[in-house]
T-cell receptor, first 114, second 110 residues
Framework: DTEVTQTPKHLVMGMTNKKSLKCEQHMGHRAMYWYKQKAKKPPELMFVYSYEKLSINESVPSRFSPECPNSSLLNLHLHALQPEDSALYLC?????????????FGNGTRLTVT | LAKTTQPISMDSYEGQEVNITCSHNNIATNDYITWYQQFPSQGPRFIIQGYKTKVTNEVASLFIPADRKSSTLSLPRVSLSDTAVYYCLVGDIGGFKTIFGAGTRLFVKA
C-alpha cells in the first residue's frame, strides 16, 4: 500500500472521450507531480505543482490538463487523446518542492487509448 | 541537470551483495544523489539519498567518493523480491525537477 492513492487503477478510453485521473495524499505534502511511464522506460515528468500552483509544465500537449483543487488532491483531465498516450500515469508528492525531498509515488493509473 | 549513466541490467543470486554504480561526471555543488526502486506496475519507491561519503539505512548503503562523480548503491544479501529496476537521480536540492535516468534492471536468481 502507498500513501498516495490514485484512481482509477485502469482506464480504457476512446479518442473522443473525456476522462479524469485522480490523485490524493494526506501527508501534508505541498508539492505534487504527474509522471508518464511507457513500458520498459523511466518515468517522464509532466507537471509539478508547488503550493497548489502549477510550477512546471514539461511542454505537455494541451489534451492533458492538470488541476490542483487543494493541497491534498491532484487531477489530470484527459481529452482527445491519441493511442500513443497509452501509458502508466504516476502521481507523486513530496514534503516540499525540490529534488532533495524524496518523492512518494502512487501505483499509477494504467491508461489505454483505443 | 546532471546526466546519469547506469548499467542497463545486472544479474545476481540470492544471498549475494549487489553493487550498482551510477556515473554522474557533471554533478553540481548543490546536487544530491537519490536512488529509487521500482517493481512492475508500481510507482518508484525511495531507497536512499546522500551528498558525500557513506549513507546507510535499513535497506541499503550508498557510497559516494570524494569527487562525487559516481556513486554506488549496495544491497546486502539480496532476495528474489529485490528483482526490480533501480534508478539513480542527481539534482539540486532546491530545484523542482526530478528527472529519471534509464535505470538498472536487477534480476535476482535462486
Amino acid at each position: 500500500d502507498t500513501e498516495v492513492t490514485q484512481t482509477p487503477k485502469h482506464l480504457v478510453m476512446g479518442m473522443t472521450n473525456k476522462k479524469s485521473l485522480k490523485c490524493e495524499q494526506h501527508m501534508g505534502h505541498r508539492a505534487m507531480y504527474w509522471y508518464k511511464q511507457k513500458a520498459k522506460k523511466p518515468p517522464e515528468l509532466m507537471f509539478v505543482y508547488s503550493y497548489e500552483k502549477l510550477s512546471i509544465n514539461e511542454s505537455v500537449p494541451s489534451r492533458f490538463s492538470p488541476e490542483c483543487p487543494n493541497s491534498s488532491l491532484l487531477n489530470l483531465h484527459l481529452h482527445a487523446l491519441q493511442p500513443e498516450d497509452s501509458a502508466l500515469y504516476l502521481c507523486a508528492s513530496s514534503h516540499q518542492p525540490g529534488q532533495g525531498a524524496p518523492l512518494h509515488f502512487g501505483n499509477g493509473t494504467r491508461l489505454t487509448v483505443t | 541537470l546532471a546526466k546519469t549513466t547506469q548499467p542497463i541490467s545486472m544479474d545476481s543470486y540470492e544471498g549475494q551483495e549487489v553493487n550498482i554504480t551510477c556515473s554522474h561526471n557533471n554533478i553540481a555543488t548543490n546536487d544530491y544523489i537519490t536512488w529509487y526502486q521500482q517493481f512492475p506496475s508500481q510507482g518508484p519507491r525511495f531507497i536512499i539519498q546522500g551528498y558525500k561519503t557513506k549513507v546507510t539505512n535499513e535497506v541499503a548503503s550508498l557510497f559516494i567518493p570524494a569527487d562525487r562523480k559516481s556513486s554506488t548503491l549496495s544491497l546486502p544479501r539480496v532476495s528474489l523480491s529485490d528483482t526490480a529496476v533501480y534508478y539513480c537521480l542527481v539534482g539540486d536540492i532546491g530545484g523542482f525537477k526530478t528527472i529519471f535516468g534509464a535505470g538498472t534492471r536487477l534480476f535476482v536468481k535462486a
